[in-house]
């Protein structure tokens, strides 16, 4: 079975500065993906990035980028110049690569609230 | 466009009340999902549909039963639900695993609260 820690129940930061959230992760699987969620005050769980584990280049999408360190089994979340928007609960996810159509379990960390503050 | 849209957005119900929470995607996914999110934790998956057939069910009490009458289509009826039931009810989708990536879009939940 596969666990995801993230060891940071809550952080803040201020607006335009950058700010890291950390994940761990444990497990047996050499081919697997790892996910950031988002969850803002709506509601909506929104995927912030994805990255797979046989790629050893860092993930990026515009603020957001990835820091993988598959053989420390880490993947923490660097946000730059933080916006108000950026306001959340933050999850990490892990998902077992899998050649079925039995669909895609997702494990899920336990979050970090990340306020980011004018 | 990667919408999951679910209905209704708030539900109160009695526990000998029978309702249905829906969810919906036109994205061509074959595989949909419900989950269960308590205040302040992630998500637990409750069940998985693949190609409209149940593929995985996480030992979820039988008050609670998944239908997939199509593929863009998943519903969850509910029926003699306890209080500890209240929770976010979350629907996700996504592609099968052949056709590339396995990102799960999600719907913005059902609130569901039992009185």
């Known amino acids: 079975a596969q666990t995801v820690t993230q060891s940071q129940p809550e952080m803040s930061v201020q607006e335009a500065e950058t700010v890291t959230l950390s994940c761990t992760y444990d497990?047996?699987?050499?081919?697997?993906?790892l996910f950031w969620y988002k969850q803002p005050p709506s509601r909506q769980m929104i995927l912030v990035i994805r990255?797979?584990?046989?790629?050893?280049q860092n993930a990026t999408e515009n603020r957001f980028s990835v820091n993988f360190q598959k053989a420390a089994k880490s993947f923490s979340l660097k946000i730059s110049d933080s916006q108000l928007g950026d306001t959340a609960m933050y999850f990490c996810?892990?998902?077992?690569?899998?050649?079925?159509?039995?669909?895609?379990?997702?494990?899920f960390g336990g979050g970090t609230r990340l306020m980011v503050k004018p | 466009d990667t919408e999951v849209t679910q209905t209704p957005k708030h539900l109160v119900m009695g526990m000998t009340n029978k309702k249905s929470l829906k969810c919906e995607q036109h994205?061509?996914?074959?595989?949909m999902y419900w989950y269960k999110q308590k205040a302040k934790k992630p998500p637990e998956l409750m069940f998985v549909?693949?190609?409209?057939?149940?593929?995985i069910n996480e030992s979820v009490p039988s008050r609670f039963s998944p239908e997939c009458p199509n593929s863009s289509l998943l519903n969850l009826h509910l029926h003699a639900l306890q209080p500890e039931d209240s929770a976010l009810y979350l629907c996700?989708?996504?592609?099968?695993?052949?056709?590339?990536?396995?990102?799960?879009?999600f719907g913005a939940g059902t609130r569901l609260s039992v009185l």
């Open positions: 996700a989708s996504s592609q099968s695993y052949r056709r590339g990536t396995n990102i799960q879009y």
């Open positions: 497990t047996s699987e050499n081919n697997y993906y």
């Open positions: 990255q797979e584990a046989y790629k050893q």
């Open positions: 996810a892990f998902m077992k690569h899998t050649n079925n159509n039995a669909g895609n379990m997702l494990t």
């Open positions: 994205m061509g996914h074959r595989a």
């Open positions: 549909y693949s190609y409209e057939k149940l593929s």
